[in-house]
């Protein structure tokens, strides 16, 4: 049920708000009670059972009605159109996306035109966003100019400006020399290094993944071992440097034990693996839907599965939304010629509760995914409800159903694989710093 209180209303926040008669759910610790959490400006200043109206004193009381009450969640993989490609999606639009997932930081992809590859660019990121964002924006610096794979940027100043990791963006840095000297690079830096894991040999003019599903439509497959050998590969480095990194998605069960295999070591090895890659398989793509063309590639049912174990088990540590806006422009061609990507931004908790529905995968495992576990990672204070730490809050309703309608989504491009996807459970309402940016009580009818 939407939460309709004068003290929800986006704009119109006080300082001091006590969230009352609340789930409280803090995967950092653990922690999962009744109780209620105090903020005063901008951060959380108590929390616990003893949280109730009268505690709060001159605060404002919202009744959360059960619900439950999380940190905000954060996205490790955000691509935008901006700058560049403005069309497709801009930073406004994707922090208002963000808001009404329950996403209150995003990190912000360097694959646009031109390339976040310069101090100059992570500065207009964080500009922009300031400017026209409801959420926290966290620029990524390419790791190569370019992102061509050839020559390292100066990932260290990049840092400096704000840059909060080093990613080469869609493409696998190819070169080993290369990937070796950036780690070593971002090792004296103490900055994380996410790649994207496919041998790009291996993968060429593929479109889906290899195997009956690929032959069946006549569609180029890529093989999952391309993921693999170049994960193996990074692995290696990683030895050889001791740098901190994180592969951005994995999606095949031979990549998640690389990872395992990796973690007994005791290698500063992190993965991640997006929404879609946890609920959709290859047969999804059906009579050749391009809103399901994505890289990775959607895979087989079996390694859906591994994903799931995977995350069940703390093996894989995040849940990105691989938000990729396209407009129909590139989506609305034969298969092997669209766009890949999908938008997922507003849609990644709704679809993520689904593994918590169907008891899969534990609720404060899927949140942790979520909030504690990329915070962690990237060394932020967000993402845990504790005494000082920022007041970035989501509250969830578990039950509500709902039809996914593309036309009601926040992202300027529409191009959802989860078109009329039936939902259980959304945010009510989404806070950053203690300031309303979402809630589900003002949205127009009919809106996701």
């Not at 929390?47 to 109730?52: A, L, P, S, V």
């Not at 403005?86 to 360097?110: C, F, K, N, Y």
């Not at 790649?195 to 032959?215: D, F, I, K, Q, W």
Request: charged content about 25%; aromatic content about 4%.
């Amino acid at each position: 049920m939407p939460i309709d209180d004068p003290a929800l209303r986006p704009g119109e926040t006080p300082d001091r708000i006590a969230f009352v008669n609340a789930r409280l759910i803090d995967p950092a610790t653990g922690l999962d009670e009744q109780g209620g959490v105090l903020i005063a400006n901008g951060e959380i200043a108590d929390t616990g059972r003893h949280i109730h109206g009268e505690a709060g004193g001159d605060a404002a009381v919202i009744d959360c009605g059960g619900h439950v009450l999380a940190p905000g969640l954060i996205d490790m993989m955000v691509f935008t159109g901006e700058p560049g490609h403005e069309h497709r999606g801009t930073l406004a639009d994707a922090s208002r996306a963000a808001a009404a997932g329950g996403v209150t930081s995003i990190l912000s992809m360097p694959d646009t035109d031109p390339v976040i590859d310069d101090v100059a660019l992570v500065d207009f990121i964080l500009r922009r966003a300031r400017d026209t964002g409801a959420v926290n924006v966290h620029p990524l610096a390419a790791l190569t100019k370019g992102l061509r794979g050839e020559e390292m940027t100066e990932i260290g100043l990049m840092k400096a400006a704000g840059a909060i990791a080093a990613t080469n963006g869609k493409r696998s840095l190819a070169n080993a020399k290369v990937m070796r000297n950036a780690l070593a690079y971002a090792k004296d830096f103490d900055i994380l290094v996410m790649h994207a894991v496919e041998e790009p040999a291996l993968a060429e003019g593929g479109v889906m993944n290899s195997g009956e599903v690929s032959m069946r439509l006549g569609l180029k497959g890529i093989p999952s071992a391309a993921e693999a050998i170049m994960l193996e590969r990074d692995i290696r480095l990683v030895e050889m440097t001791g740098a901190r990194y994180h592969a951005a998605e994995i999606s095949c069960r031979a990549s998640l034990e690389i990872v395992r295999a990796a973690k007994e070591k005791g290698l500063p090895v992190t993965c991640g693996v997006s929404i879609n890659h946890l609920a959709l398989n290859e047969n999804d793509i059906g009579p050749y839907r391009t809103f399901f063309k994505m890289r990775p590639p959607l895979r087989a049912e079996d390694d859906r599965q591994a994903m799931v174990e995977g995350l069940a088990s703390g093996d894989i540590d995040v849940i990105v939304s691989a938000h990729d806006p396209q407009d129909a422009d590139v989506k609305r061609h034969p298969f092997a010629d669209a766009a890949y990507g999908a938008v997922g931004l507003e849609t990644m908790l709704a679809v993520a509760l689904r593994l918590h529905h169907n008891e899969e995968v534990a609720l404060t495992t899927l949140l942790r995914a979520m909030t504690a576990n990329p915070a962690g990672i990237l060394g932020l204070e967000a993402g845990r409800l504790a005494i000082g730490a920022p007041a970035d809050l989501v509250l969830i309703d578990l039950d509500t159903p709902w039809v996914v309608d593309p036309e009601a989504l926040h992202s300027k491009s529409k191009n959802t694989p989860f078109d009329q996807a039936r939902l259980q459970g959304r945010p009510l309402a989404t806070l950053v710093a203690g300031r309303v940016v979402y809630n589900y009580a003002e949205s127009a009818p009919g809106e996701v």
